[in-house]
């Protein structure tokens, strides 16, 4: 059973950091690209920002330069360290990524969100 966990959600005033972190598990042979996304209750969720197996990179405008997604493949884990915080940013922040995966003997690849956590960036 593969799963993705997120973690390091919270309260933070405005100007501040957090650092989120985006774990997969299971039988795992291989983890491609991650990506953070955010939802507010009256909006889509949208790409915040991602990572190849490669390393590329991708923000939303209104991230870039504030925010910064690395990954560690040993661990098959993703980041998001996130600087500056805003209100605007306030949001449930999910991790998806594209996982290869060992079930029933076979290789698959398929998709797994995390359950989300939220970041609230209030005074």
């Known amino acids: 059973q593969v799963q993705v966990t997120e973690s390091g959600g919270g309260l933070v005033q405005p100007g501040g950091s957090l650092r989120l972190s985006c774990v997969a598990t299971?039988?795992?042979?291989?983890?491609?690209?991650m990506g953070w996304y955010r939802q507010t209750p009256d909006n889509e969720r949208d790409l915040v920002a991602s990572?190849?197996?490669?390393?590329?990179?991708k923000y939303a405008d209104s991230v870039k330069g504030r925010f910064t997604i690395s990954r560690d493949d040993a661990k098959n884990t993703a980041y998001l360290q996130m600087n500056t915080l805003k209100p605007e940013d306030t949001a449930v922040y999910y991790c998806?990524?594209?996982?290869?995966?060992?079930?029933?003997?076979?290789?698959?690849?398929?998709?797994?969100w995390g359950r989300g956590t939220q970041v609230t960036v209030s005074s």
């Open positions: 990572i190849s197996v490669y390393g590329d990179t």
């Open positions: 998806k990524a594209f996982i290869g995966h060992i079930n029933v003997n076979l290789r698959r690849w398929d998709d797994y």
């Open positions: 299971g039988r795992i042979f291989k983890v491609a690209e």
